[in-house]
């Protein structure tokens, strides 16, 4: 199927690409929906379909390996790349998203296996040791600037990196060596401090609201997401593959990736095994806001999601459904120092290279349609119609389906709701000509519990 | 548990319980066994008190604009362009407005889309329904496209309502789709064709839709329910850009490398610099649903939304500045502060009941965002004159041609009291 979606250049081909990627997503689809547990990788049948994983342990001490390997684009390009692995896993893209708590003395070991230098930084974090002295900037003896951190030696040096983090928030560690290169290579990851004293909130502040109110950052565990944005040059990856310079101002990206994977591989589960070295899922699956304790469709904090860009532009990201509110930036509360509000909600979060947004994310069925008791106003047409999408339900109603035209690919289970979420620089919604994939994902909002959903 | 009352004037469940004769019959065989294996929980409808007649009825199509010189050989101007009238130059996709314009007349507009698309405007708390119908495209019989309208932002949207064909419908050719909306929140919002949307999108199908407050009335409007959001005239900026290359290719059938985006003209509400400055269109003729051009103009007739800033000293001035072009811009207003008191239809106050507002001079505005920014007009004695324009001076340029063009126009302020109230916003 990849290498039938590679061969699209024509206007019609595309047109069919958006054909294809029906069965192409069916597959994803159903695994995400199925729970299909059978087909995510052994060593991951303990992940959830969807949801931020976390790689953390007692001592938030760290043994990185960096590591060559190739990633699958949905063009059925394949892409040559390096990464940060735990010590004895296989090649991974993006690198692990580093999970500690806040106080932790976080400890990182870097070994280095590539042909090339490399080194980490850690943007956001204070007073990081380099095999216990002061990370600072390298320099030739002549004074050139040789890299932003010191370095673990090309084939088989090692460096320690340690630090306190000192600050819970969400920030990015990426090689800060030769970095124009290698961080568009994929050395690069998520690194998640979690407040000590409250791990399922973002920050630890918290705001007044001007009625007397309180406001956290309190989230539901179960929907924490990372949106790691990134992009490549595969010219510039075939060149580091094949040992050939590369002249940077010829730098131009062609694939846009969320967690290391391009719609509709984005919305794939955590884990799976079609996609061996690209381990995170992108979509987003949530349930309808509900404040009412004793309803037991009571669901009363907001998703978590955790925007962090490597790439070399703004990405203006746009979640269909609702606004979101940013509540950080770069790991800072968004609470002045006289303890008001300073968030926001955003309909496109924009998110700079080398940012990261933090945005509590719900969505509440306000107008409470009911097919019976209150249904939409107006008329929606007869089936032969309309052209009807891959996750639509038949019905407007959330939890309920619906008669759909013979031969549709539905992929909708139980009448839950859909909504893009997706870069609105449109230009990277694609991937090196085929339209519809690069910077997209989906949120999925299932109908209130106790529902029928798989 | 179904009842006969489904939301589909005839559904298939409908139409093969009442028996649909021959054609029932053969549609039976095909239709009924998928029918049967879906995991059906179907609710049908109740009759509602159903809106049969729209507020807006939008119709979206293919059309031609004018852009400035230089010729941009073999983009710009297009060789398929018609020649009536004189100057037309580039090849779009968008929405025209035909409320009003009797049915058996909508297919007259076939080939007349207008860039940008109609700004419309909802007040908070009020339903409103748009009804969408697809003309097609006259140069493109190939292309069966069909076309959504997204309220771009809109809170908590349910899916059908979205206009993202994935997730619910899409309107085929010589069909409707009417989208309803009960809006609870005032704001600068935008819309857009979701359908293949890299590709409809920068062929024009983008436009401004705002909510009004409930605080607002004729006499005393507001942006937001805050009285520091007080206006006397407001003006739309809708930007985007023309890369004339990928507007050639969907005339001539060819296929752009999106990756390569390179757009070479830079428009706001759909024109360049110097057109931006040139009066609005005259409207729609409701008998034939022509557009009616702007005086002295011809060549502007399917781009009626003037950019020209006209007020008078001490006028609170509300620039709504949306951005659905797919490159982040800096538009400035040199000497005049900009208040910025929104951004994404959301009022800039925390929930600490602070003020988020700040003033700027310039507004940094990535694809896909909104913001509102208020200026006071200065006091003058006689017609003074100011640029609002990219400060990103590369696009000031028509297709790369020295001079000035672009994302460019004109404030003139004229001495208090010369300009009667205003009665629609670009006006």
């Known amino acids: ?79 040559y790349m390096w990464g940060f692995s735990e010590a004895g896993q296989p090649f991974q893209h993006p690198s692990p998203v580093l999970c500690v708590n806040e106080g932790d003395t976080v400890t990182i070991v870097l070994h280095n296996t590539l042909p090339k230098d490399v080194s980490i930084v850690f943007p956001g974090q204070n007073n990081v040791l380099a095999n216990s002295v002061p990370s600072q900037p390298v320099f030739s003896a002549i004074g050139n600037l040789t890299s932003l951190a010191p370095v673990a030696a090309a084939n088989g040096g090692s460096m320690t990196y340690s630090f306190v983090a000192e600050k819970p928030g969400t920030y990015l560690y990426y090689s800060g060596t030769e970095a124009v290169k290698q961080v568009n290579m994929g050395l690069f990851g998520a690194l998640v401090v979690r407040p000590a004293a409250h791990p399922d909130w973002a920050y630890n502040e918290t705001v007044a609201g001007e009625f007397g109110e309180t406001y956290t950052t309190q989230f539901e565990p179960t929907t924490e997401y990372v949106m790691m944005l990134s992009e490549i040059d595969p010219n510039l990856h075939m060149a580091v593959e094949q040992g050939l310079p590369y002249n940077m101002n010829n730098y131009r990206s062609r694939y846009w990736l969320i967690n290391g994977r391009s719609f509709p591989d984005t919305i794939a589960p955590n884990g799976a095994e079609w996609l061996p070295n690209q381990p995170y899922s992108s979509l987003v699956h949530i349930h309808p806001y509900n404040d ?54 955003k309909f496109t979060v924009v998110v700079g290279p080398g940012e990261t947004h933090d945005e509590l994310f719900a969505w509440t069925d306000v107008e409470q ?5 209150n249904p939409i106003p107006v008329e929606i047409p007869q089936l032969q119609n309309l052209v009807f999408g891959t996750f639509y339900s038949g019905s407007p109603y959330l939890g309920n389906l619906d008669t759909l035209p013979v031969g549709h690919q539905a992929l909708n289970q139980c009448g839950e709701y859909y909504h893009i979420a997706h870069n609105h620089s449109l230009q990277q919604i694609t991937a090196w000509g085929v339209v519809l994939s690069g910077h997209i994902t989906f949120t999925r909002i299932d109908p209130p519990l106790p529902n029928d959903c798989p | 548990m179904s009842k006969d009352n ?32 879906r995991p059906t929980k179907v609710v049908e409808a109740s009759p509602a008190a159903q809106i049969t007649e729209p507020n807006l009825h939008f119709v979206a199509t293919d059309g031609w604009v004018h852009l400035p010189p230089p010729e941009v050989p073999p983009y710009h101007p297009d060789d398929m362009a018609p ?9 779009i996709f968008g929405f025209r407005d035909l409320t009003g314009v009797a049915d058996q007349q909508l297919f007259t507009q076939k080939m007349k889309a207008q860039l940008t698309s109609p700004t419309f405007w909802i007040d908070e708390g009020t339903d409103f329904t748009l009804k969408l119908t697809n003309l097609g495209l006259q140069i493109r019989p190939d292309l069966i496209d069909a076309h959504t309208l997204h309220f771009h932002g809109f809170r908590n949207a349910i899916p059908i309502f979205d206009g993202e064909p994935h997730s619910s419908v899409g309107v085929p050719i010589a069909r409707d789709l009417t989208y309803f909306y009960r809006p609870h929140e005032p704001g600068t919002y935008m819309y857009h064709c979701h359908f293949e949307e890299t590709e409809h999108v920068h062929m024009g199908m983008v436009g401004v839709v705002f909510v009004r407050p409930a605080a607002d009335t004729p006499s005393q409007r507001y942006a937001y329910n805050d009285p520091a959001t007080a206006f006397d005239r407001e003006f739309v900026m809708c930007m985007n850009e023309v890369w004339s290359l990928a507007h050639w290719c969907d005339s001539h059938v060819q296929l752009p490398e ?9 428009l706001l509400n759909g024109r360049a610099y110097p057109d931006t400055i040139e009066p609005p269109g005259g409207g729609t003729d ?15 007739k399917y781009q009626p939304i003037s950019s020209l800033v006209q007020v008078n000293s001490g006028d609170r001035v509300l620039l709504r500045f949306v951005n659905l072009g797919y490159v982040e811009q800096s538009m400035r207003l040199p000497g005049v502060p900009l208040r910025v008191v929104g951004r994404d239809a959301t009022l800039l106050r925390g929930r600490s009941g602070n003020d988020l507002s700040y003033y700027t001079d310039t507004i940094i505005i990535g694809p896909g965002e909104s913001v509102d920014a208020i200026f006071v007009a200065p006091d003058v004695t006689s017609e ?29 302020i004229f001495p208090a009291g010369t300009l009667p109230p205003q009665t629609e916003p670009n006006t």
């Open chain 1, 369 to 373: 349609w009911d097919p019976v008791t």
């Open chain 2, 6 to 37: 489904s939301t589909q004037r005839l559904s298939r469940r409908r139409f093969l319980k009442v028996g649909g004769g021959l054609i029932g019959a053969a549609a039976a065989a095909t239709v009924l066994p998928k029918a049967l294996l």
């Open chain 1, 1 to 79: 199927m990849q290498s039938e979606v590679r061969l699209m250049r024509s206007k019609k081909s595309v047109k069919m690409a958006r054909l294809l990627a029906g069965p192409l997503v069916l597959v994803l689809v159903a695994a995400i929906l199925g729970g299909n547990i059978g087909i995510v990788t052994a060593a991951h049948t303990d992940w959830p379909a969807s949801g931020m994983i976390c790689t953390s342990n007692d001592t938030a001490s760290f043994s990185l390996v960096t590591m060559e390997g190739t990633i699958n684009m949905p063009d059925g390009n394949t892409i």
């Open chain 1, 292 to 345: 009412d304790p004793t309803s037991p469709a009571y669901n009363p904090y907001p998703a978590l999601v955790r925007f962090l860009s490597v790439g070399s532009e703004d990405y203006p990201h746009h979640p269909h459904g609702n606004h979101g509110r940013i509540i950080a930036r770069d790991g800072n509360v968004l609470v002045g120092e006289g303890g008001e509000d300073l968030s926001y909600e």
């Open chain 2, 286 to 300: 409701l008998a034939t649903g022509e557009l009616i051009p702007p005086a002295g103009r011809p060549d502007l």
């Open chain 2, 384 to 412: 003074t004159r100011l640029l609002l324009a990219n400060r990103n001076y590369a696009r000031l340029s028509n297709g790369g041609a020295p001079g000035y063009g672009g994302q460019m126009t004109e404030v003139r």
């Open chain 2, 83 to 91: 020649v009536n009238p004189a100057g037309l130059t580039t090849y």
């Open chain 2, 258 to 266: 999106w990756s390569d985006y390179a757009p070479d003209f830079w």
